[in-house]
């Protein structure tokens, strides 16, 4: 079973819509959680932190449950240059877990 | 402030011929990373290093080799470059190697090697 596993897409949104992804993780001793936006054929780069209390920054909010091993990531007003590839990265003793990622296609 | 720097970005070797990948970082980050990224396989975790003076295998460690040189710089080394390890390489480091939520990992921008 993989660490880390997200349903690749693609979601095609129009703009403004909400749209979530989620993201399970195997290790019920996982420590710390992220999601990562990687742009076409760039690097990873953190988009937010992934708190037990759930947390926002402008239009994004993730959420982490610990019992169902899950993280969460909605984006809600979608604009054009949220178009990407979204990371889901799980931290366990010391190595970082990714997700395959999911895709996003924001349409005009 | 540049973060981590990553040179070549771009790379095209024969089958046999060698390379070394340069990573410096500027945060003073304890950990760094090497990844090699696929289509559809994610990253994946070539070779790590804790701290200065140490690496570890990763979980694609099989013909790379690593060189923590200093606190800032940690290379990556194909001996004899194979079809199968053309991908995108990338660089990363984090403060600490256990992760807490004030030690995320930042990416270099990446090398894209192509082995024929």
């Known amino acids: 079973r993989k660490e880390v596993e997200q349903d690749p897409g693609p979601f095609n949104v129009p703009e403004g819509a909400t749209v979530a992804f989620n993201c399970t993780y195997s290790?019920?001793?996982?420590?710390?959680f992220f999601w990562y936006r990687q742009d076409c054929r760039k690097e990873p780069k953190l988009l937010m932190s992934?708190?037990?209390s759930g947390n926002e920054d402008g239009r994004f909010t993730a959420q982490l449950n610990r019992a169902s091993q899950y993280i969460s990531l909605l984006i809600r007003d979608s604009k054009l240059s949220d178009s990407a590839t979204y990371l889901c990265?799980?931290?366990?003793?010391?190595?970082?877990?990714f997700g395959t990622g999911t895709s996003l296609t924001v349409i005009p | 402030n540049a973060g981590v720097t990553q040179t070549p970005k771009f790379q095209v070797l024969k089958t046999g011929q060698s390379m070394t990948l340069q990573c410096a970082q500027d945060?003073?980050?304890?950990?760094m990373y090497w990844y090699r990224q696929d289509p559809g396989m994610g990253l994946r975790l070539i070779y790590y290093?804790?701290?200065?003076?140490?690496?570890d295998k990763g979980e694609v460690p099989n013909g790379y080799n690593v060189s923590r040189l200093n606190k800032r710089e940690f290379s990556l080394r194909l001996e004899s470059a194979a079809p199968s390890q053309t991908s995108v390489y990338f660089c990363?480091?984090?403060?600490?190697?256990?992760?807490?939520?004030?030690?995320?990992?930042?990416f270099g921008n990446g090398t894209r090697l192509t082995v024929t």
């Open positions: 990363a480091s984090s403060r600490e190697q256990f992760g807490s939520y004030n030690s995320p990992l930042h």
């Open positions: 290790n019920s001793a996982s420590q710390s």
């Open positions: 992934v708190y037990s």
């Open positions: 990265v799980v931290n366990t003793g010391n190595q970082f877990y």
């Open positions: 945060m003073n980050h304890n950990s």
């Open positions: 290093s804790a701290s200065e003076g140490t690496t």
